[in-house]
């Protein structure tokens, strides 16, 4: 679809005026609101991508609409703008109608935005426009995770990108949780939470609870976390208080959260068991948080009762 992209050596970097804005926002608020498709041509695409730069929201809006509704015709301008517009707020708003046209195509474009652009919300746009193509970005977002350089910002806005897909390509996200990259298997493991919950497929719960034994205690981690967010208290209160004495830290403390979440009020005893063990004050700490609460809701759950 992006065939004639090449043919477009360079993005225009000139700007509408306010009235010029106005006036061609005007125009497309008529069209759209006929329903009308707004012309493509050369020219016409040029000037509404102008218009994503104005300073007004509301025109940004309307000009990303108009964009939206050409479609795939718009495909080119829009990730060439993307990557080599020199005004940030273009680029951010080209990330937002490709996001409007979900086109697969753009994905290439989307992926070099996300690795090399410096601003965040350009990042997060491209990222959930990848979401947006669903699963055909999954590969794509898995890769990034293998590479070394791959920041906790841009970590985070994977894995919100494959909860998203996750129910679209289950499978992909099954063999993601076996991948040999302990990053890789965070982000599947976290993006198996909507499976668990809106799927009868028990295959990734199960593959959630194999990941309490992960040799990394940040799959461990996540794990945890996850069990405490979409499961029931009494399916999993037994292997969860077995994760009370995990060699690391940050895997106790998870624990120990998610099952003050669950409402695991039987669990109280366990971790007063594993407190008395503990050495590190800041598990501790959590800990005696954890006791607290489910003792104080233990007790208002029985009053209402007597």
Known sequence: MLQD???????SESQLTEEEAQQLADELNAQLGEGEIPQ?????????????????????????????AVGDKALPILCKALRSHQNVIVRRASAKTLNLIGNKEALPYLLE???EDSDPVVLGSSAGAMATIGPDAMDSLLGILKNPDCTPFQVGLINLALSFIGAKAPETLLEAADSDVAEVRVAAISALGDQIQKSDDP??????????????????AEAVTLIGKSCDAEDVEHMLCKKLIDEDNQVRKNTAMALMKLEAY??????ERAKSAETDKSVQAVFNVAINILSRDLQEHRSKYE
């Open 5 to 11: 992209f090449t043919d477009i050596s360079s993005i």
């Open 40 to 68: 493509s041509d050369a020219e016409s695409l040029e000037r509404m991508v102008a218009g994503l730069g104005d300073a007004r929201g509301v025109l940004r809006l309307t000009f990303a609409k108009s964009l939206g």
């Open 113 to 115: 935005a996300f690795l």
């Open 203 to 220: 295959r990734a719960q199960i593959r959630v609870f194999k990941a309490l034994d992960d040799i990394s205690s940040e799959v461990r």
């Open 266 to 271: 039987n669990s109280v005893e366990s971790i």
